[in-house]
C-alpha cells in the first residue's frame, strides 16, 4: 500500500481575552495590527505582508524564521471567504516553505462576547502535504500566534 500523501487534520483552540470582540476583530481586520502579532512577532524577517480585508480579498506574506529553519522563506497566500464584522472572519489559504507548497487551510475565528470580554474560538482545517510541518506543530505555532495576538491587545 502507498504511503498516505495527505494528512487531515482539524484541531480548535479556545481562548479568552479581556477587551470586547471590536478591539479584537480590529486586530483581524487592521493590516498594521494584523502585522504586527501574525509575521513580524518573534524575529521573523519580513519580506513582504499584503492585506485586502473584505470578502474575496487577499492575504499574502513571504517572510522567514529565526529559529532552526533560519533563512528558509515561507509564503502564506489567502482568501478572505466570509466576514462578519466583531463576529467571524474566514480564510482559506495555502502555505509554502521555499518553493514548495505544504499545506492548504481553512481557518476560522470566532468572537463571542464574554463577561470577562471576548471568547476566541479559532478552528483550524487542513490538509498537510509531504514535507509539511504537520498538524501538531502547526497547533502549536497557532498557540504561540494568539498568544502574540493578546499581546497586541494589551498595546
Known sequence: MQEQSVIHNT?????????P???VFAALSDPAKKRRWFVDGGGNKVEYYEMEFE???KERARFSHAG???GIPFTNEGTYQDIVPDRRVVLASTMSMG???????????????AESGTDLI???????FE??????IRKGGWR?????????LAN
Open 68 to 70: 532552526p529553519m533560519k
Open 55 to 57: 470578502v474575496g480579498g
Open 99 to 113: 518553493e514548495k507548497r505544504i499545506s492548504s487551510s481553512l481557518t476560522t475565528f470566532e468572537l463571542l462576547t
Open 11 to 19: 484541531f480548535v483552540i479556545e481562548r479568552g481575552y479581556p477587551v
Open 21 to 23: 470582540p471590536e478591539r
Open 131 to 136: 514535507g509539511s510541518d504537520g498538524p501538531e
Open 144 to 152: 504561540i500566534l494568539l498568544e502574540r495576538l493578546a499581546t497586541e
Open 122 to 128: 479559532f478552528t483550524h482545517q487542513g490538509a498537510f
